[in-house]
Antibody
């Protein structure tokens, strides 16, 4: 069965950095685009970034462009999100999402990891 | 960027009633690349509908999606107790992917 397990969340001061990881299993990781979605406390869903199956193309929300970097290691079945210059408004649960075979909808989601940016 | 507007913000209904949720896009959604998700408190979202009208694996047939272009609808034919949750639409025709603000379906 498909499993996505995020890790790396925690509390960080404004201006700091964190790297999130997402360990994938139960499917051919190297065949699917993956993306990150975040959800601030009590708020809706916000798409953050997407990376194609081979890592050649990456897309970002304007709110994180230039600060966050999405990457993947297909040999380790792992997705990453490097987050730099963190701001209080980046506080959220971050979900790792697998795309479906029919486009960039998300058919499997991880349980999420909480990132809190606070001094 | 395609902005998705969901209405109503909250829908108060009783079990057994029909729910109709709307998602309107600021411009035409490419190839009906529109999905619906259900989210319950403390849980990750779950894919219900993709391609505007195709049910995801394991989704009961009381859930149906319709629409094209800029107007999309999620219908739940008869609400079960487990259907009370927040529902989000998402367009994935291109970058940036965007989500609607959500509709909460609550017990009346």
């Amino acid at each position: 069965q498909v499993q996505l397990v995020e890790s790396g969340g925690g509390v960080v001061q404004p201006g700091g950095s964190l790297r999130l990881s997402c360990a994938a299993s139960g499917f051919t990781f190297s065949s699917y685009a993956m993306f990150w979605v975040r959800q601030a406390p009590g708020k809706g869903l916000e798409w953050v970034a997407l990376i194609r199956y081979n890592g050649n193309d990456k897309y970002y929300a304007d709110s994180v462009k230039g600060r966050f970097t999405i990457s993947r290691d297909n040999s380790k079945n792992t997705l990453y999100l490097q987050m730099n210059s963190l701001r209080p408004e980046d506080t959220a649960v971050y979900y790792c999402v697998k795309t479906s075979t029919s486009g960039w909808s998300g058919d499997y989601w991880g349980q999420g990891t909480l990132v809190t940016v606070s001094s | 960027e395609i902005v998705l507007t969901q209405s109503p913000g909250t829908l108060s209904l009783s079990p057994g009633e029909r729910a109709t949720l709307s998602c309107r896009a600021s411009q035409s959604v490419t190839s009906s690349s529109l999905a619906w998700y259900q989210q319950k408190p403390g849980q990750a979202p779950r894919l219900l509908i993709y391609g505007a009208s195709s049910r995801a694996t394991g989704i009961p047939d009381r859930f149906s999606g319709s629409g094209s272009g800029t107007d999309f609808t999620l219908s739940i034919s008869r609400l079960e107790p487990e259907d009370f949750a927040v529902y989000y639409c998402q367009q994935y025709g291109g970058s940036p992917l965007t989500f609607g603000g959500g509709t909460k379906v609550e017990i009346k």
